[in-house]
């Protein structure tokens, strides 16, 4: 089972939380916006947000400067 | 003045007209994005623009901004209503200084059909992207993320998700002697202009 990250498969486990996936791919930066299928999840529920299988996952980084 | 503003959409789609004239675009920010984003739709003739900066013209700004040196010390909302008033009148102006915040994202900027991110810092884009997709999940928000420096004209790009659309490469980061210089900072901006005409005339030939 597999969900995509970025445009880039990654496996899938069941439990599989948004917090897993930033610490599996190592995302250490500040201020992210994550998107799970399109749905926006704030950063307060990060550790609890299930990942479904299947999932289109987005990782946007947000850098200062405009 | 109705001859002047006949002419002024005489080259558009006669298509695109009564989309164009009915949109109200929100701009959160009156900087570097938020300044060139508002000139370039006004000069599409784009309906109504909601703009909202808390923030006073600097001459640090005038390396990309879209300000003069008379203006300033004036409020930036106050001197870009009377820039963009200066290009012709077809466009309505709802100007806010203010600087928004959580609570005042959806009275100022609810009605409108697409906000575009003109911020500087990372937390603020970060807040008014959870913010506003929670208040409007179906309606579009343009962020402007990673514009710093110069060259790499290629790595800039527009990515999709779902509503929320990212305009830049995702990568330059302020820092050291990294600034943001007026060809990319402009670039980024006319990205999501170009960005939010785009989703307005989605289907429409």
């Not at chain 1, 529920?45 to 946007?60: G, L, N, T």
């Not at chain 2, 164009?20 to 900087?31: D, M, V």
């Not at chain 2, 006004?42 to 005038?62: C, K, P, Q």
Request: charged share 20%; aromatic share 6%; hydrophobic share 45%.
């Amino acid at each position: 089972m597999n969900i995509m990250v970025n445009g880039e498969s990654m496996a899938w486990q069941p439990g599989m939380k948004v917090r897993d996936i930033l610490n599996i791919r190592n995302y250490t930066f500040k201020m992210l916006v994550i998107k799970v299928n399109g749905t926006l999840v704030k950063r307060a529920q990060w550790d609890s947000y299930r990942i479904p299988e299947h999932a289109e996952v987005s990782v946007i980084h947000l850098i200062s400067g405009g | 003045m109705q001859a002047i503003k006949d002419q002024f959409f005489s080259r558009h789609n006669p298509r695109f007209i009564p989309i164009l004239r009915h949109a109200r675009i929100g701009i959160a920010g009156a900087g570097g994005l938020g300044s060139n984003v508002a000139v370039t739709l006004v000069r599409t003739g784009i309906g109504a623009l909601v703009i909202a900066d808390f923030d006073r013209v600097e001459a640090s700004n005038l390396n990309r901004q879209q300000f003069f040196l008379s203006q300033l010390g004036e409020a930036k909302v106050d001197a870009l209503k009377s820039n963009l008033e200066k290009i012709h009148p077809f466009t309505l102006l709802e100007m806010h200084q203010i600087r928004i915040n959580e609570e005042n994202v959806v009275p100022i900027f609810g009605q409108c059909d697409i906000l575009i991110e003109a911020f500087d810092t990372a937390e603020s884009k970060e807040m008014l992207i959870e913010t506003w997709c929670s208040a409007f999940p179906k309606k579009p928000i343009i962020v402007g993320s990673g514009l710093a420096g110069v060259g790499n004209n290629n790595a800039l790009k527009t990515r999709q998700s779902g509503t929320l659309y990212i305009c830049g490469d995702e990568t330059t980061q302020l820092q050291g002697r990294i600034s943001p210089m007026a060809p990319r900072v402009g670039i980024v901006a006319n990205m999501q202009a170009n960005c939010a005409l785009e989703i307005l005339f989605k289907g429409i030939q």
